[in-house]
């Protein structure tokens, strides 16, 4: 118990067996491999062996031996949410479609830990101490909500994983595949600049995790690049991440009150229900949108509207979901495929994609 | 190696290895969990039981060592058919939402067989002779089309199984859930009998596998038990399945006529989509439904009716494939927990309920 210890809770290779056996890792293989034409061992070598098998709890995988590579070609996907059963209506339907897809595409089976949690009956990734991912070759951790500690382990650990949506949580020995916020929400000031907007207001949420600081980033970024100045509202609650003059607003109502009296053209809301609700009050209001404001949503995951967009009508920044599942399985993959590249980490973000709306519109008297 | 195929293909148990090391499953036990204080084992005895856990490849999982039972906690799902990813548009998507949502509640992990394919590429349990499903614990097999060859190999081993929606193609000695479909045909009879309808219907398609032909069997049965005369027409190709003298309509306005010429006040369609059509196309011809035709779909599996449904005003007969995926993962854990139980096989129908529409009502002139 005490070599298994030793072994630390990476998963254990023939190396550590090799190691504790005072044997090199090609020893190690033929006894496992039973390819004794290769490589004469004698039955003390062999005992010895078989022992640190034992002692490191070394899984030889039956499957795995008849495919390539020594793996049980199992991608895991993990979610600290419940992400299980997962429906059509549901925020990480999209990502798991397309690890689901590229799982396939690419000859692996899917495991869903949907029976993953810890004693205290916590979605978790160890139980009593051990992995419980360990039974995929590696596995994909989604969504929001994430246990830094036990991320960092796994990261220590050596098993291979990768991210989706979350950056620098965890700490940064991780690899990931996340939407480019920060992009697309430059781009959206960007285009509303073009079309002659010099009055841009941002509706920010109380939620403030870093893909909704990048989002704020952006936006002030891109304000400060066309000379124009950043303008902020935020409702209800006070928001520690949110400069203090910031003005707290109490629904859709006082937005377009305060956009009128400030001469504002165009409002990006962080979360796409509320740009829904705006343009309804809009509406409701007799304000011409876009001819009098511009309305776009950032698809704030919050409010799902990636999958429940109420309205069509209203144009948001995509979440290229999807694609990012996808993306993640193939870096997933690469990793697997060399583990020479174990120390090092990957870092992908995915160009966001607004959708088709009819809220997004030249400035009042623009050309 | 020949110790390895003296062991058959069926997982390998500690039993296996008690009788190649000529020891009892209490010394195995002991020798795998290295719980020496409970029994004391010999350096000669353990080294043989050593030697028969690798000439064998016991595979003692990690993970399981941890839980209760000593299983991986994975079910898998495997299907001959393009299943993944599954969207909610496909007819397979409630089944595996079933079998998702029970594998979380009872802590299952979810093992989606996506990669499972032979030499050629396709979709099959058994590869290079290895059954690639003996990564999970136990698992479901979904859907109609099956290789019986893999399913009856799959029994012998003794992989624990549950097959859903089909029955007897694998042989008797298969455990399986699916919808009672001969029930469900012969209650809807039965409620047409009770509105008075005394000449019935019934369109068949081309397809002849054995839920369909239960269905037959129920309408059959039911026109007995009520004195009625079965009355069946099929569309274009011959069925062998048919009576001969079945007639062989053109399309739905011939259903139309030919209902019209012989009296018949009910039809029953075993494909939904068709009893969608004939309902458009008696409202084009301005039949009244259910006035003078009352109209039901038997939810032919081909048409994807129950996620599809064209129009919720035609009753049609409801596969309960939630309920279905949920039961076969019960059956299957049940299976797990007693391998006593293995050489048994349990057999489960569940009961269709008829949906809400419309065009099911009293015979002409009926009270």
Known sequence: MSERKAAGRRRVTQQDVARAANVSIAVVSTVVNGKSDTLRVSEQTRARVMQAIHDLQYVPNVAAQSLAGGRNRIIGAFTYQRMFPWESGDFYYDFLL?????????????????GARNEAGERSIFNRNTNV???????????????????RRLAEEGYPFVMIGRRNAAGGNVSWVAADY????????????????????????????????????????????????????AFAAPNPDVPEATPCLADEREVLRFAAEQ?????????????????????????????????????DHGDRQNVLAPDPAVTVVRTPSRLIGATAVRMLLRRLESPARDGGTEHLRLTCDLTDGTTLGPAPGFR
């Open 133 to 151: 991912l360990e039974v995929a070759d590696g596995s994909i951790l989604v969504g929001g909500r994430i246990d830094g500690e036990e991320i």
């Open 98 to 114: 397309g690890i689901e897809e590229e799982a396939e595409k690419t000859g692996h089976h899917l495991l869903l830990f949907t």
């Open 182 to 233: 920060a992009a697309a929400t430059q781009d959206v000031v960007d285009r509303l600049h073009e079309l002659g907007h010099r009055a841009i207001l941002m509706i920010v949420g109380s939620r403030t995790h870093e893909t909704i600081v990048e989002r704020r980033e952006g936006y002030a970024s891109a304000c400060a690049r066309h000379g124009l100045e950043p303008r902020m509202v």
């Open 263 to 299: 001469g504002v053209t165009a409002v990006i809301a962080e979360s796409s229900y509320v740009a829904h609700r705006l343009y309804e009050t809009a509406q409701e209001q007799g304000v011409a949108v876009p001819g009098a404001l511009s309305v776009v949503g950032l698809g």
